[in-house]
């Protein structure tokens, strides 16, 4: 039994007859009714992550921002997209770019959302989808359910995935790396110091995050301008091939499951994350005086992730041309992609890249799974024990092959979205007049204060 391609054929049927449609139509949905809030103020988006946090144990708005763009700019930003180019052909690109921008208002929602309704735990606070599914629903068990997959998705899937990237990233040092002990090596010693800093607490994740977040991108994205400019020529010819592949009506109908735009949308949905229910954890810890805040900085998250390290990954790989009839994919085709570029020291640099970016994704990602686990139990036996297997997937998934890494991710990141979605369509219209009464003060002139009462609300724990 080929357990891979059970999970792949599974993972098509998911996404092309019911998550696509339901991100895009969310996306658009969500796009108009804000009349486009993720473009209209992007200014405001910019000032509201540099917020300052009221209480020097708190959660800034920029700490939760990277804490959110911790797990979402992972190797996925990477494999992701090579793999995507690959499978779906150059057209994968604009999809992944298109459902960036329409997605952005999803992610705007849903942690507006978590703003309104966290709880307060100390000198920080606890939220998200399974909060606000219980607190506006009044629906626990609901909340549960999602809890559980955002759990498996990213404790499990997600980490697992980002294990495996780690290990195909040693590829190139490491003849046949399957067949050796290497990847069990690397899981141990990923084991260990991911569960050294689970057990540690999400304070010290999310200083790490702050630090590690920006200096790793900014070192991904220094690679991408290089190759840019040493190949500004090609630059048209490069867009007008993705713009055409794009709307190739034959590509995109032909083989709907294996197509472009669903690589795109797929791989873009893997990478950025916006209204899959992720982001707003992060969200929800951040300290800002009105939700609108919260809700335009994780526009800012989508768009690090996709428009800037995305796209970096898209024109190293079209503009040195190794995808072509390459016997590469993923990690590897990154690795040998920007070598055209930089010789023998741009796979050094990719490999120290795929490390950090999959590292912090995995401590990223822990942070949202704990803050579920404790929405459902504050049994501390529990969350030690949860602790360990989260531990011992990180192992598992770097010894797994790439198949089965890509198609366990996709499927338990698909559940989850499919409930996330259906929740902030129907509380889509508490986070709409959470943003005019945060246009209204603004028009005034004031610096915006929330609460509950502004927008006809009684039933938060702290806006009152």
């Known amino acids: ?125 606890k939220g998200g989808p399974a909060y606000y599914i219980e607190k506006a629903l009044h629906a626990r068990w609901l909340g549960i359910v999602f809890a559980i997959s955002l759990i498996l998705t990213f404790a499990f899937g997600f980490n697992g995935l980002q294990a495996y990237n780690i290990v195909s990233a040693l590829d190139y040092y490491i003849p046949d790396i399957s067949a050796s002990n290497v990847p069990t090596i690397v899981g141990v010693i990923l084991c260990v110091v991911s569960m050294a800093l689970f057990f540690g607490g999400t304070d010290k994740i999310s200083k790490l995050s702050e630090i590690l977040v920006p200096f790793m991108a900014i070192i991904y994205i220094a690679i991408g301008l290089f190759c840019i400019v040493t190949h500004i020529t090609a630059i048209p010819s490069i867009l007008v091939m993705i713009v055409k592949d794009a709307f190739n009506l034959k590509a995109i109908f032909g083989a709907f499951t294996g197509s472009c735009m669903v690589y795109g949308i797929k791989r873009g949905l893997f990478s950025n994350e916006a209204g899959m229910g992720s982001a707003p954890n992060a969200s929800a810890s951040a300290q800002v005086s009105h939700p609108a805040k ?125 409930v996330n979605i259906i929740v902030i ?19 005034d002139g004031l610096d915006p204060v929330f609460h509950e009462a502004n927008i006809g609300l009684h039933n938060t724990d702290i806006w009152k």
């Open 1 to 125: 039994m080929d357990i891979g391609k059970i999970l792949t054929n599974f993972d098509d049927i998911l996404y092309t007859w019911l998550l696509i449609y339901m991100l895009a139509g969310a996306g658009i949905y969500f796009t108009i009714k804000t009349r486009f809030v993720q473009i209209r103020l992007f200014k405001d988006a910019i000032i509201a992550m540099t917020e300052k946090k009221s209480h020097e144990k708190g959660v800034s708005s920029f700490q939760a921002l990277m804490i959110a763009t911790a797990s979402r700019v992972g190797t996925g930003n990477m494999a992701g997209v090579a793999t995507a180019i690959i499978s779906g052909g150059p057209g994968a690109a604009f999809w992944m770019w298109l459902m960036a921008i329409l997605g952005s208002a999803s992610a705007f929602i849903e942690s507006t959302l978590a703003q309104i309704y966290k709880k307060k735990e100390g000198h920080s606070f």
């Open 294 to 418: 919260q809700g335009l900085a994780q526009v800012i998250s989508v768009y690090i992730d996709t428009l800037l390290i995305c796209s970096t990954t898209v024109f190293v790989v079209l503009l040195t041309g190794v995808y072509t009839g390459s016997q590469y994919d993923g990690i590897p085709l990154i690795q040998h992609s920007v070598a055209t570029i930089l010789g023998p020291i741009g796979i050094h640099i990719i490999t120290i890249s795929v490390i950090l970016f999959a590292f912090t994704s995995i401590i990223g990602n822990y942070f949202y799974a704990e803050s579920n686990i404790l929405f459902i139990t504050r049994n501390k036996t529990v969350m030690n024990v949860f602790r360990v297997l989260a531990g011992l997937m990180v192992f598992i998934g770097a010894r797994n092959s790439m198949s089965v890494a890509w198609a366990l991710a996709d499927i338990t990141m698909g559940f989850e979205a499919i």
């Open 425 to 443: 369509v129907l509380l889509g219209n508490i986070a709409f007049k959470a943003l005019e009464d945060y246009e209204k003060q603004k028009a």
